[in-house]
């Protein structure tokens, strides 16, 4: 039973960085445009989409930086389109806007690649298990976690050394006042904005290589990044890493010991922390409260 | 959103739009005064079992085509109108509220997900119209919550289980762990399959019950390799089946342990990578029945109206709804629910129908149909459509729960 619960707390640890994956990209956006972007798992499973159509001409590799890109430029596009007309409104019309996206993104997929779900091939060599006593952490799953690792890394690299990263920090921080000292915010927030699709995309592509490809993929994926940043804390991607890692251990331990409630778990560790502290372990102040 | 005719919906797909919606409206031959016979479809076009529900609707397609081109149902044109329920009874029933207040259907048909099928089911019977359900297993649809209305295409849980649980047992062993999906269907497959392994000397060493919709498998799977069963029994559905598959696969499972189950679906088998192809399980149809009268035309038909796809079991559970609506009507000489339903108990489906050795019947006390049963062996290195090698054709009637077990008592509204 012990052997049984360290298992899933591993596991756990092996889900959860790559909910924090795909709740980075999430975060950075809610953070600089300050829109929720439900459309984040419609750009997941794009990224997934075009992946697999280029796999056959560029490899796996190829395609894992060249999809992220494509969906980045699309990302560009929508931002320019839509979601730039969203910024001074409430809250509320991001909502709805994000929400119509995905639905159009989740048709738009179905039509292009059909509603038949595809599989997305991956190196051979990545594709069995490490070791046979650890079976459930096969070469595949050690890259996911090393690569989660490395780009949120990059990020914060990023963020902390680069001069865009800086504004964009301080943007976070206080958007009119980088606007007063003559930062483009227009640009910044497209940047920004970009870079966040950039983020799903790659985490879209990582997800189908191991669950394959369906229209609806996004759906099941975005969920549990919402939670990991409202538990981590709005606004911080440090918060959102934790956060992501502490819904997949919770989730992986409950398995040991009530399996139906495995999913629900996470919820009430949301609904905990709403109550409990709304900011969430490393949120702005004032957010939520 | 109104995906209000089958045309419409067809358009938007594939660029295949043009050639479906033309096969779909009444031929050129009914004047627009003929007054045609509505069958509301609620199937799935999206969520969970998509992918299932549009072979359904594809089947339906087909057999409405037919009728329209041998004349129709009692001399009118056959129009069927398709709701998409997203998986969800709620939106079922909403649907189908619309189909009959706002296009007075004559009937009802569809449905993959059980719980949608058992809300339709009510929703049927309350508003006097027979309800054909294509695609819903759940034993209780025709056993204790059967209503006069409702009849059934697909197999019960009972039905399916027993095509293969015997096989699984004596091939594969007696310690059986199950993974099994949370909701009407999933509980209704355990519970037959715990009945028949224990009757055949296993015992059930463990199981978990799975959300819909779970796509990380793993936590599930180190549950299962604790338990170290010899058959790994999925009882999934829709794209749920596919992830698990694909990471029991990763995971090497299904060297240390044999996997099968009841349903796997021509379309789940063709999602998935070779590597994640394999085990036993229990088709309700296949395409391929060499030698069986009518099958290879059938297919040949379906293949012209959607180019490079195959009949899977889903488009001949529509096929058959449709078909076997008709021929109810024309025996009732009525489209009149009770006179159809009348005719429909103990109707026997003729062979360029039925399409494989037996001969299938609506059973008249449940209204469930006895179809055969196809086990067989996934064909990991086939191609489509060549992904399942059949060991055998069970008769349903052999492996039904009789009648007096069911626990269905059909009243008519006098």
């Keep these: 039973m012990l052997l049984d619960i360290i298992f899933n707390a591993f596991n756990g640890l092996i889900v959860g960085s790559f909910y924090a994956l795909m709740a980075i990209g999430l975060s950075l956006i809610l953070g600089l445009n300050g829109v929720i972007n439900f459309a984040h798992g419609g750009f997941m499973a794009l990224a997934a989409y075009l992946a697999f159509t280029l796999v056959p001409y560029v490899g796996f590799w190829g395609a894992l930086v060249i999809a992220p890109i494509l969906a980045g430029g699309v990302g560009y596009v929508v931002e320019q389109l839509v979601v730039r007309r969203l910024y001074l409104r409430d809250p509320l019309y991001s909502l709805l806007a994000t929400f119509g996206l995905a639905l159009i993104f989740q048709d738009l997929l179905r039509t292009i690649w059909g509603a038949q779900g595809l599989p997305l091939a991956i190196p051979d060599f990545l594709n069995q298990p490490v070791s046979s006593t650890y079976f459930f952490v096969t070469g595949y799953r050690l890259f996911v976690v090393a690569l989660a690792i490395i780009s949120t890394a990059g990020l914060f690299a990023i963020l902390r050394f680069t001069r865009l990263g800086v504004r964009i920090r301080a943007g976070n921080k206080d958007l009119e006042t980088i606007s007063a000292v003559g930062v483009n915010i227009y640009l910044l927030r497209s940047a920004n904005f970009v870079l966040g699709i950039m983020f799903a995309g790659l985490a879209g592509i990582l997800a189908a290589g191991q669950l394959g490809l369906t229209p609806t993929m996004g759906d099941s994926l975005i969920m549990p990044s919402f939670v990991a940043i409202v538990v981590g804390g709005v606004g911080s991607l440090l918060g959102s890493l934790l956060g992501g890692l502490i819904i997949g251990v919770a989730s992986g331990v409950t398995t040991a010991f009530f399996p139906a409630a495995s999913e629900v778990v996470i919820y009430l560790i949301m609904g905990v922390m709403l109550i409990v502290r709304p900011r969430g372990l490393f949120g702005q102040e004032g957010l939520f409260e | ?414």
């Design chain 2, 1 to 414: 959103m109104p995906d209000h005719e089958i045309g419409r919906r067809g358009l938007l797909k594939a660029g295949a739009g043009a050639s479906a919606a033309g096969l779909l409206l009444p031929r050129l031959g009914w004047s627009a005064s003929d007054n045609p016979v509505k069958i509301g479809q609620v199937d799935s076009t999206t969520g969970n079992f998509a992918v299932l529900g549009q072979s359904q609707i594809k089947g339906a397609a087909l057999a409405a085509h037919e009728l329209n081109a041998a004349g129709g149902i009692l001399g009118r044109p056959v129009q069927i109108l398709v709701e998409d329920d997203a998986g969800l009874p709620a939106t079922g029933l909403d649907k189908a509220g619309r189909l009959l207040n706002a296009d007075n259907v004559d009937f009802f048909i569809g449905t993959v997900s059980s719980a949608v099928s058992l809300s339709l089911s009510q929703f049927a019977q309350k508003n006097n119209k027979v309800f054909m359900c294509s695609g819903g297993h759940v034993d209780k649809l025709t056993g204790a919550a059967c209503n006069w209305a409702t009849f059934r295409v697909c197999s019960t849980t009972w039905i399916l289980t027993q095509g293969d649980s015997k096989t699984l047992v004596d091939k594969f062993g007696k310690k059986w762990y199950f993974l099994t999906t949370d909701y009407a269907f999933g509980h209704s497959e355990q519970a037959d399959y715990t009945k028949q392994v224990t009757g055949y000397g296993g015992t059930i060493v463990g199981g978990a019950l799975v959300p819909v919709g779970t796509s990380d498998f793993s936590s599930y799977l180190i549950q299962a390799k604790a338990a170290s069963p010899d058959v790994l029994c999925l009882l999934l559905a829709g794209d749920d089946q596919i992830n698990a598959m694909k990471q029991i696969t990763q995971f090497g499972l299904n060297n240390s342990m044999k996997v099968g189950g009841a349903l796997f679906e021509l379309e789940q088998i063709a999602a998935l990578p070779e590597a994640a192809r394999y085990g036993v399980w229990t088709f309700e149809w296949y395409w391929n029945q060499p030698g069986v009268p009518h099958v290879a035309d059938f297919v040949k038909r379906y293949n012209t109206m959607f180019p490079g796809l195959y009949p899977s079991q889903r488009s001949w559970f529509g096929y058959v709804s449709v078909h076997a609506l008709a021929l109810a009507a024309t025996q009732a000489k009525s489209v009149d629910s009770m006179a159809v339903a009348k005719a429909l108990e103990g109707l026997t489906l003729p062979p360029e129908i039925a399409l494989q050795p037996g001969a299938p019947t609506f059973r008249a006390e449940d209204h469930q149909l006895l179809l055969g049963m196809f086990p067989g062996e996934v064909n990991q290195t086939g191609t489509y459509p060549n992904l399942m090698n059949i060991y055998d054709y069970v008769p349903g009637a052999s492996i039904a729960l009789p009648a007096d077990q069911t626990g269905c008592k059909l009243t008519y509204p006098s």
